[in-house]
């Protein structure tokens, strides 16, 4: 009897392990399948950052190129004043600060610019 009773607790012994095996080779098999889902994730975050900063570059660019055109005029004196007291010009006391005592000086100077520029363009 004792040998049958050995017997039967190796065989129940053998089922645990058995059974604990089946739940490790199932824990490989669910680590295996993460680990690939994760390194799809890390090819999948490597091509959006690419493309982030392919984006990014070209952002860069364009903005470049919108600035390409732009006239910088240095060297004029400026009135600075609200847009109120521009459009109503009745207005006295609102300018911010004057830098110059002629408020058109600026725009007359181009205007005299653009002029000139003409006549040098229809007499020659």
């Given at each position: 009897?004792?040998?049958?009773?050995?017997?039967?607790?190796?065989?129940?012994?053998?089922?645990?392990?058995?059974?604990?095996?089946?739940?490790?080779?199932?824990?490989?098999?669910?680590?295996?399948?993460?680990?690939?889902?994760?390194?799809?994730?890390?090819?999948l975050?490597?091509?959006k950052?690419?493309?982030?900063?392919?984006?990014?570059?070209?952002?860069?660019?364009?903005?470049?190129?919108?600035?390409?055109?732009?006239?910088?005029?240095?060297?004029?004196?400026?009135?600075?004043?609200?847009?109120?007291?521009?459009?109503?010009?009745?207005?006295?006391?609102?300018?911010?600060?004057?830098?110059?005592?002629?408020?058109?000086?600026?725009?007359?100077?181009?205007?005299?610019?653009?002029?000139?520029?003409?006549?040098?363009?229809?007499?020659?």
């Open positions: 009897m004792e040998l049958f009773t050995l017997l039967e607790e190796i065989r129940k012994s053998l089922n645990f392990m058995s059974d604990e095996l089946s739940k490790v080779a199932k824990q490989q098999a669910m680590l295996l399948d993460l680990m690939d889902e994760v390194k799809q994730l890390k090819n975050v490597k091509e950052d690419k493309r982030i900063e392919g984006l990014e570059r070209r952002i860069d660019d364009l903005e470049q190129n919108s600035r390409m055109e732009d006239l910088i005029i240095s060297g004029l004196e400026t009135t600075h004043r609200t847009y109120a007291s521009t459009v109503a010009r009745d207005k006295v006391g609102e300018d911010a600060g004057t830098h110059s005592e002629e408020p058109e000086q600026g725009t007359s100077y181009l205007d005299k610019k653009l002029q000139s520029d003409d006549t040098a363009k229809w007499n020659s």
